[in-house]
């Protein structure tokens, strides 16, 4: 009986195992992702949830057009081979991406490779992918995906609402609601951190998830674009100087008409996301390109270990702005950080996910009310530290004199600029065998020092033990010593009354 017990419970131990193994290797699959940037027919192709081991990669992508489709690069390194092979399938274009590197392809789980350029407008049903994924790593070894899921994130006024697919001829339909961005999250404020060591989150007006169609295509829902027509009456002018502020609802995007209108006549247009803000000075002048229909402003809270560890700890904040590429015109970003900061100075650096760097772009102190203020000239991937990680390696690098840390941790880059360098984002199972690993050491300095201890201990008990025999030998010794004296003493006597008898 306690045979078939152990053979059950060693059974459930093994399928457990399993399906944890399947588990962590379903969790490990990349995906595709094409959204618009908010310009006319261009939408950004992204890998997400790459290893940072991935040196090359091959995926494919069905676009419903018959005409070819501009692929423009999102890196350019002369370094690189990128190939975009375009096939007609069915009346469809179907797009074969090759892209290998020198280096990862990036040092974070989400890799940008491409915009594509279209002759139309398209929504969802309008792309699918085969599944088929091949990634390599810098020994050329090669991993295979079949089941790679394509997300679509396009126009925010609802007419993607359609069919989904899961292979190139994109003919099964689906239908969804709510906003796929998957790696949008709604967290919540906590601005009552004093320590610079520890992160702030940041509520968020706008938030997503995720709803799959089929096994190979998500596709967005309903979003609403706020329109010039609807928030022209609510300009005000004070003191000769016209205003406009907004209060963005979730979900919801700017067209880009607002800004064209307002650097056209002038106005600083304030747009609120919770508890952050962004401010446009239309009046400083700018330029909105003729083919941006919106813009997504929100922003997404990051929380990567690699940034952590390249801002030595003294991240506060990392987040991504959604929309991406240059301002329209001169903007600041105001984010609430807790007036335990008050007076303190921040630093804001732009993280450039493909050269793995962190460069400073701005630094400012904390108003009274928590607040604090950084102008942003183009919208990416930012960290906010309360250490000044670039004045010191400057100062160092004017020095000459570098220890080996640092020399690993900061360049220059093309420009002179100081940079940290940002290093990969590690796996989970690199994580997991670095926690192995730091476990074992502990272990084996706790054993080492209870080793240490037991020798100690064994060392003082054998002084005590010696001690005490000593002592002993001391006494033993006396009592000798007085017991000679004692016989000597009466043997003197017994001599001297023989001799007085004998007189």
């Known amino acids: 009986m306690n045979l078939r017990k152990f053979l059950v419970a060693g059974f459930t131990a093994v399928m457990m195992a399993g399906f944890g193994a399947l588990a962590s290797s379903a969790a ?9 940037n908010g310009a006319e027919n261009e939408y950004e ?87 088929y994924m091949k990634t390599v790593n810098q020994n050329q070894k090669s991993t295979v995906y079949q089941d790679v899921v394509l997300d679509t994130k396009l126009t925010p006024d609802g007419s993607n609402n359609g069919s989904g697919s899961d292979n190139s001829s994109g003919n099964n339909s689906g239908s969804n609601s709510g906003n796929n961005k998957p790696s949008d999250t709604n967290q919540s404020q906590n601005t009552s951190r004093p320590s610079g060591s520890q992160q702030i989150t940041v509520s968020q007006t ?37 205003t406009l ?25 304030t747009l609120q996301y919770g508890n952050y803000q962004w401010t446009f000075d239309g009046a400083n002048g700018g330029s909105v390109p003729d083919k941006q229909k919106f813009y997504d402003f929100s922003l997404e809270m990051l929380s990567q270990h690699n940034l952590t560890a390249a ?10 702005v959604q929309y991406q590429g240059q301002m329209p015109c001169p903007a600041s970003l105001t984010i609430t950080v807790g007036a335990d900061y008050a007076g303190q100075t921040l630093y804001l650096a732009y993280y450039d996910e493909l050269a793995a760097t962190l460069q400073k772009t701005a630094e400012a102190v904390v108003n009274q009310d928590g607040t604090v203020v950084f102008p942003i000239e183009n919208a990416a991937k930012y960290i906010v530290t309360s250490k000044d990680l670039w004045t010191a390696a400057a100062k160092t690098e004017e020095m000459s004199v570098q220890t080996s840390e640092q020399s690993q941790s900061t360049a220059l880059d093309l420009s002179g600029n100081v940079v ?36 100690e201990q064994e060392v003082q008990s054998d002084s005590e033990t010696q001690s005490q025999e000593n002592s002993k030998a001391v006494v033993v010794i006396a009592s000798i010593a007085v017991v000679i004296l004692f016989g000597a003493v009466i043997a003197f006597l017994f001599v001297k009354v023989a001799n007085k008898r004998r007189a």
């Open 28 to 36: 490990s699959v990349p995906n595709i992702q094409v959204r618009s």
């Open 45 to 131: 192709v992204t890998l997400q949830n790459v290893s940072s081991e991935t040196y090359g990669v091959q995926f494919d992508l069905t676009v419903d057009s018959d005409k070819d489709v501009t692929v423009n690069w999102a890196d350019g390194d002369s370094g690189n081979v990128q190939k975009a092979v375009q096939t007609d399938s069915n009346g469809k274009t179907q797009i074969t991406f090759y892209v290998s590197k020198l280096r990862p392809l990036s040092n974070s789980s989400n890799v940008q490779v491409a915009t594509i350029v279209t002759d139309r407008e398209l929504n969802s049903s309008s792309f699918a992918t085969s599944g």
């Open 206 to 242: 706008n938030t997503t998830g995720k709803q799959e169609t089929d096994k190979n295509q998500t596709t967005e829902g309903t979003q609403k674009i706020l329109a010039w027509k609807d928030i022209s009456s609510q300009v005000k002018t004070v003191s000769g100087k016209k």
């Open 245 to 269: 502020a907004i209060t963005i609802e979730q979900g919801q995007q700017l067209d880009a008409d607002i800004l064209r209108n307002a650097i056209e006549q002038k106005i600083s247009v």
């Open 311 to 320: 801002a030595e700890g003294s991240d506060l904040l990392q987040f991504a």
């Open 420 to 455: 940290v360098t940002v290093p990969p984002m590690m796996t989970e199972e690199e994580v997991e065998a670095q926690e192995a690993a730091q476990e074992t050491t502990e272990n084996e300095e706790i054993s080492a020092t209870d080793e240490s201890e037991t020798l």
